[in-house]
Structure formats: C-alpha cells, structure tokens
C-alpha cells in the first residue's frame, strides 16, 4: 500500500505530513535537521531549473571549447583545457588518475546536464519522456561525482602556483568554466526525485491541465512529524517503527512485506531497505581501504619536475611547506586543508560515527548528523590535489627546458578521495537515530 500524504525522512526515517506545496521555501525534518529537498514548490520553480540547465549545457560546450589557462615561459607557450588535462595524465601512463579527472570534470556534470533536459523538456509540455525512471536514477548516480566547481578552485590555485614561475594568462574558458561552475550550483540544488510528482500528475487524468504549473504556486504549510496520541507525550513514529519503508529513489513511502526479503519500490522498482544492508561493514571496509592509501598519498612523490637536467620530486606535504616558506600562505592554507585535513577530518568522522553505530549509541544525535552532513559536503573538495596536477602537467612540457609528471602519490591520492566518498555513500544516517531516545524537540 502506498502512502502519498506521507514523508519517511531519509535522515532519521521519522514520518512526516507531505506540505501540498512549500511555495519557494526549504522545509526541514523536525527531528534531524536535513533539508527535504524533494517537496513540490521548494527550491527554484522548475521552468528556471530548465532554463538554467539549458544555459549550463551551452556554457559547457564553451569551456571544453577555449583553453581555461595559457602560459609563456622562456619563448614558449602551453595551454590547458579540460580534455588537454586529461590526455596529459593518460599519455603519462596516469590512465586511472586520468579516467578519475575525465569523469569527474566532463563526463558526469555533462550526463547529468543532458539527463535533466531529456526529463525536463518533454515535461514541460506535459507529456512523459521514455525511460523517465532509469534517466532519473541516471542523474542520482552521477550528480555527487561531478565535481565541476573543485576543478574551478584547482584551475585558480594552479595560476597562483605557476606565477612566480612563468607567464600565466587565464583563457577564455576559464571565464565560461567559472559561470558553469555558478550554473551548476543552482541545477545541483533541485532534486530530481520532485519530478516523480509531475510524473504522477500526467499520469493522473483528474489532474490534467494543471500539472506543471501547480508544483510552482499554490498554497500549503510546513512540514510536521507525525506523533501518537497520547496525552502529555510526543513519541517519535519512525516509517520503521509504523511497519512503513519509505524509497530511498522515489521517495515513496509504502507497507513494509516482512515476508518479501527483496521487496521493490512500486513506483520506480528500486530495492526497498529499512536499513541500508552491510552498512556498517562496507564502510569499515572502504574506511580500512582509505586509510592505507592515504599513507602512500602523503610520502610518495604526487609531481616530478625535470628543469634543465634538474630533477626533483614533490609530496604534497612538501608542497604546502614550499608556499608557506616562500610567502603563499593562503594557498599553503588552502592545499593543506583540502589535501590533507579533509581527508583525515573524512576518516576520523566516519570512524566515530561507525563506531558509535555499532554500540547502538543514542549520544548526541542531532551532533553526530551534522558532522555526517559535513563530511558529506566536503568530501569531493580533496580532489583539488588531483586536478592542480593534472593542470600543471598539462602546463608544463617545455621540452628540455622544464617537464613535470604525475608521481605515484596522485594514484594513491585519486583512491583515497573515492574510497572515502563511497565510504560516506555506504553509511546509513539513520543509524545515527535509532537509537536516539523516543521523543522530538518542540517543533517552533
Ligand atoms: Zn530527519
Ligand atoms: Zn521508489
């Protein structure tokens, strides 16, 4: 049985009244915090989410076109651009740092960009496009590995790096790349699983007419947890606890078939879980995987510069020393807190928030699901090492003048950023909550 009016948050799992619209605004779990993203009306209406999709999709075509920075040095000049960065690191013999930096910076934002119109564009005329399902679960997959606006912040700690080296001219692309980072904010803050209601409501003969427009305007009021009914009390009723499962894809909630071991969503028949199976392991897992690679990420070299018979080798620890020696400090600050505090901060965090999963802890919830949230957020930052490489050995191949190349420790860097991100991925938040105490704050 499906249950339309109600929200199961993907956070805590608490179940929630669905608002019938939130009118522009962002509405909250009352118990956790997380934002309910997916609620018709909020956020952005959907006719900017086209356009602005379609304006990212052109600006992309521009930043693979031009190159994002030219540099002269000693009669020479070299030019980078996004595919230049990436065939680079393959014809290096970097061929997985390469696959890491083509997906990360072309392939995903620009499958996610053209999975959004595919959906958009035929819904905007009311009809539905075919395949909506696998399409929307296309861009769930992809969107937190697109990572547009961290090979932005590398392409400006790459010009301040080489400076003092040579002359560094910003391309046209790098102009474009800066509004497609912006445009992609505002895309990446619409979640798609909303557009399961249009589909719903084109589907639905009653609601014909009104479709698009209604997840635009109208009325309705904040999000409220469901409680029971029971005088001076406010116990918490989770989708768990209420025999319900709500679609981590969809967002559906629906009656739990404790019979059915591998029971599907009826909406879009992805797997239904109360609790993501192996959670805990598979993020110990990649944790332990992360942590091992981390330490040759730190003491192998991550660049090797050849000037004038000259060799040297560069760690990424030796790399922030020599920006705050020679005066850079902001950018020393920048590089030693991408390359190497959010790694720990992403390994120290998990650690404690598993730990204390496993002893079924109910210390600090709200905390703990703040600090999940972070890590979350900041994960994807780490790979600014991978892209200042990737950019300064595409820069640099003056012949016998000056080369530098990729060194070992960006392979080992590459993996410690993915490990932790699936780490992250594999966690299930909700077990922060189970065992949280049975009641919520006032809801103000
Ligand atoms: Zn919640
Ligand atoms: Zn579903």
């Not at 319900?244 to 059915?260: F, K, S, Y």
């Given at each position: 049985m499906e249950y339309q009016k109600l929200i199961a948050c993907h956070e805590c799992d608490l179940l929630l009244r669905?608002?019938?619209?939130?009118?522009?605004?962002?509405?909250?779990?009352?118990?956790?915090?997380?934002?309910?993203t997916a609620l018709p009306g909020s956020?952005?209406?959907?006719?900017?989410?086209?356009?602005?999709?379609?304006?990212?999709?052109?600006?992309?075509?521009?930043?693979?076109?031009?190159?994002?920075?030219?540099?002269?040095?000693?009669?020479?000049?070299?030019?980078?651009?996004?595919?230049?960065?990436?065939?680079s690191l393959w014809s290096g013999n970097m061929r997985v740092v390469a696959a890491m930096v083509f997906c990360s910076s072309i392939l995903f934002p620009l499958i996610e960009l053209l999975a959004l119109l595919y959906l958009l564009v035929p819904l905007r005329l009311g009809k539905l496009p075919p395949r909506f399902n696998s399409m929307l679960r296309l861009i769930q997959v992809v969107r937190p590995w697109g990572m547009v606006e961290v090979f932005m912040l590398g392409v400006l700690v790459t010009i301040v790096k080489m400076v003092s080296m040579a002359e560094v001219i910003p391309g046209p692309g790098l102009f474009a790349l800066g509004a497609l980072t912006v445009m992609l904010g505002?895309?990446?803050?619409?979640?798609?699983?909303?557009?399961?209601?249009?589909?719903?409501?084109?589907?639905?003969?009653?609601?014909?007419?009104?479709?698009?427009?209604?997840?635009?305007?109208?009325?309705?009021?904040?999000t409220r947890p469901l409680r029971a009914r029971k005088a001076g009390?406010?116990?918490?009723?989770?989708?768990?606890?209420?025999?319900?499962?709500?679609?981590?894809?969809?967002?559906?909630?629906?009656?739990?078939?404790?019979?059915?071991?591998?029971?599907r969503c009826s909406r879009c028949r992805h797997m239904l879980h109360e609790r993501r199976p192996d959670s805990l392991t598979r993020t110990v897992s990649l944790l332990l995987a992360a942590a091992l690679a981390y330490i040759p990420a730190n003491l192998l070299p991550i660049m090797h510069a050849s000037t004038l018979g000259r060799s040297e080798d560069d760690t990424i620890l030796g790399g922030v020393a020599y920006f705050w020696t020679s005066g850079d400090w902001p950018l020393a600050v920048v590089v030693f807190v991408a390359s190497v505090l959010v790694p720990m901060l992403k390994l120290v965090v998990l650690t404690l928030l598993t730990v204390a999963a496993r002893r079924g802890s109910g210390w600090r919830p709200r905390e703990r699901a703040g600090l999940y949230r972070i890590v979350e957020r900041i994960g994807r930052w780490s790979m600014l090492d991978v892209f200042v490489v990737a950019l300064t050995v595409t820069l640099v191949h003056f012949g016998s003048f000056a080369v530098i190349t990729a060194g070992p420790a960006a392979l080992a860097f590459g993996a410690v950023v993915v490990l932790t991100m699936l780490a992250s991925h594999q966690f299930d938040p909700r077990l922060i909550w189970d065992n949280a105490g049975p009641r919520i704050r006032p809801q103000r």
């Open positions: 669905k608002p019938s619209n939130v009118r522009g605004r962002r509405a909250a779990c009352s118990r956790c915090g997380a934002s309910l956020g952005l209406p959907l006719d900017w989410i086209c356009a602005v999709t379609l304006a990212a999709l052109i600006t992309f075509c521009i930043t693979q076109t031009f190159p994002v920075i030219e540099m002269r040095a000693n009669g020479m000049m070299s030019e980078a651009t996004l595919f230049a960065a990436v065939r505002v895309v990446t803050s619409f979640d798609p699983c909303g557009l399961w209601a249009v589909r719903d409501e084109i589907r639905s003969p009653r609601m014909a007419g009104v479709r698009w427009s209604r997840l635009s305007t109208g009325s309705g009021h904040f009390s406010s116990p918490v009723i989770t989708a768990q606890r209420a025999g319900l499962v709500g679609c981590h894809a969809c967002g559906l909630v629906q009656t739990r078939i404790e019979r059915q071991m591998h029971q």
